[in-house]
């Protein structure tokens, strides 16, 4: 099993940047694909981007491609999303997410509480 806490959400302009954290504990993070996913008030979560255990493998959502990069550290352990020129479309409650699946419905086992991105136009 794995506990996650996310960190770095907050308020920027469009166009802005900011970097999410995932701090893990749990003996089996190395094992585990890692993702991060996001959601809005009377919507469904939705896949943002994802990374296999070692690192090698990366997937995201057409609407971040270019924008968003996700990278892990197994040592530390955790898990980031570099987020550049965001939009306000980007604004939702980010959550970390452990036993990522690679296939659609990218769906995962393990949740971090979340935290919120608000992006201003």
């Known amino acids: 099993q794995v506990q996650l806490v996310e960190s770095g959400g907050g308020l920027v302009q469009a166009g802005g940047s900011l970097r999410l954290s995932c701090a893990a504990s749990g003996r089996t993070f190395s094992n585990y694909a890692m993702g991060w996913f996001r959601q809005t008030p009377g919507k469904e979560r939705e896949f943002v981007a994802g990374?296999?255990?070692?690192?090698?493998?990366?997937l995201y959502a057409d609407s971040v491609k270019g924008r968003f990069t996700i990278s892990r550290d197994n040592y530390k352990p955790s898990v980031s999303l570099q987020m550049n020129s965001l939009k306000p479309e980007d604004t939702a409650v980010y959550y970390c997410?452990?036993?990522?699946?690679?296939?659609?419905?990218?769906?995962?086992?393990?949740w971090g509480q979340g935290t919120q991105v608000t992006v201003s136009s």
């Open positions: 990374i296999s255990w070692n690192g090698v493998s990366t």
């Open positions: 997410a452990a036993d990522f699946v690679f296939r659609p419905p990218y769906s995962s086992n393990y």
